[in-house]
């Protein structure tokens, strides 16, 4: 593959067959599947915005979510966490189909997952420790003090000094913000973490630390993260694999098997000029 230009089509191998949920080739390797999307249709009236969708994730891996703008990302990770219905296909969560989940059940799933929204979605009425115990305080039943402490764990999990626990959202910078929602994302230990767009906006030493610090939690808490971002250097630097929305449908594979991918957008994203610099700085 030239590094100079944007490649030709005719420089690419042809665009092998996908093997199951929307992979290039098979990671599967005994791994347990923590998701399992299943011929996902989601429109808008007329609109289609996915169609025939597959896509798999593993536990214990982190996986970028990339796509041109509006290609349905965000739309996605809604479908996947509830907020959005979709008209045909199956969401397998844990090992549940979610569309078998009501009441009860559904709160149990939730509990074992955690969401970062992309403006953090903290409420600007309670102090940072008060915005982690909502979850907390609709999933168990416990002390006052007893989720004060976990709040304060979780705000030292983050990196956030302790005393951020008593500010307010607006008291506190974009990136503090970001790793506060995080805190709360994690509020009830759970094994999938969605994050969308968790570094839009950070300055890039602020985007690198976050980097490392959700690579951090990922490693030593066993989660399993899928994340939204435009951020390549993120990509680069914590992603075990990328799925890119194309043509209304997932493909996932490493960066080194979508660097091969022959497709126009995946080819001007990643092997534009800044998919080389990132991946420069990353070797
Ligand atoms: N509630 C809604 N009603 C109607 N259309 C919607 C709704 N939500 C999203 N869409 C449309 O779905 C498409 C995908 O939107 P989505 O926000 O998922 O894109 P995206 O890939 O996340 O884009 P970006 O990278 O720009 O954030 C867009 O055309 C958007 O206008």
Redesign the pocket.
Known sequence: MAEAGLASTEDLPPKAPLVEGGQISDHRDGREVVLRLRGIRTQ??D?V?HDNLDFDVFRGEIVGLV??????????LRTIIGL?RAREGTIEMLGVDTSTLHGKSQREMLARTGVQFQDGALFSSLTVTENIIVPIREHAELEDQTMREIAALKIGMVGLPADTGMKKPSELSGGMRKRASLARALALDPELLFLD?PTAGLDPIGASHYDELVKGLCRNLGLTILM?T?DLDSLNAICDRIAV?LDKRVVVGTMAELLEYDHPWVREYFHGPRGRAARQEHK
């Not at 796509?67 to 996605?76: E, R």
């Open positions: 808008f009236g609109k915005i796509g041109g703008s509006g290609t349905g990302k965000s739309v996605l959005n767009e939204v435009h929305l």
